[in-house]
Nanobody, 123 residues
Framework: QVQLVESGGGLVQAGGSLRLSCVVS????????VGWFRQAPGKEREFVAT????????YYADSVKGRFTISRDSTKNTVYLQMNSLKPEDTAVYYC????????????????WGQGTQVTVSS
């Protein structure tokens, strides 16, 4: 079973930046595709970004393309989400999730989830 621990959330003003981290354990890092999702109050969990096990395939939601960057550091078994030019509508709990090998934008395709980290963007 893969374990995931997120960190890096917080309160930031609009236009600011945050970097979220997701430490992955319990499986060989290169075999795990990781996705970032978010859930705002009263809304469904939505896809943000994903990267394949070897980092060649990365995909982003249209709402974050050009502002967010997903990356992975195999020396630290960590996947990052660099978030720039943050907007109030980015406010949500952010979750990382894992699945074997290939990427997916669907929550149902991921079988391991972290506990989430709150991101709040003030206007």
């Amino acid at each position: 079973q893969v374990q995931l621990v997120e960190s890096g959330g917080g309160l930031v003003q609009a236009g600011g930046s945050l970097r979220l981290s997701c430490v992955v354990s319990g499986r060989t890092f290169s075999t795990v595709a990781v996705g970032w999702f978010r859930q705002a109050p009263g809304k469904e969990r939505e896809f943000v970004a994903t990267t394949s096990g070897i980092g060649r395939g990365t995909y982003y939601a249209d709402s974050v393309k050009g502002r967010f960057t997903i990356s992975r550091d195999s020396t630290k078994n960590t996947v990052y989400l660099q978030m720039n030019s943050l907007k109030p509508e980015d406010t949500a709990v952010y979750y990382c999730a894992a699945r074997n090998f290939g990427t997916s934008t669907e929550t149902v395709d991921y079988n391991s989830w972290g506990q989430g980290t709150q991101v709040t963007v003030s206007s």
